[in-house]
């Protein structure tokens, strides 16, 4: 049996939870892709794709710190919110970047 099996285990969903949103983030490429077409397109598909591998790494990264802490047998708050805030700016840039992207499109169509 597994020690701690139950904190392993959510971990390991919350991490897939992230790479679930990453590649449905990535997937959002194909709609930008398909607008209208203007160079603004290329860039904004770019950024997200960018921004999706950003979350993806990220997401890897907080999983092997929590297992790490939790066969430790210590959750340390202090890096536990170090990656929540580079998981914060993340998605900060991404809804950025679309927020960008769609005000261009309205003002060039």
Do not use: C, Y
């Amino acid at each position: 049996m597994i020690e701690k099996f139950q904190d392993h285990a959510t971990n390991e969903r919350t991490n897939l939870a992230w790479i679930r949103t990453a590649i449905a983030i990535a997937g959002f490429r194909i709609l930008v892709e398909r607008l209208p077409s203007t160079p603004n397109n290329t860039w904004a598909g770019l950024a997200l794709v960018l921004l999706s591998a950003t979350l993806v790494l990220l997401a890897s990264l907080r999983f092997l710190v929590i297992r790490q802490q939790i066969d430790a047998q210590r959750l340390d708050r202090l890096s536990f919110g170090r990656i929540e805030v580079l998981f914060s700016a993340t998605l900060a840039l991404l809804l950025l970047t679309v927020f960008v992207f769609l005000l261009r499109l309205v003002r060039s169509g």
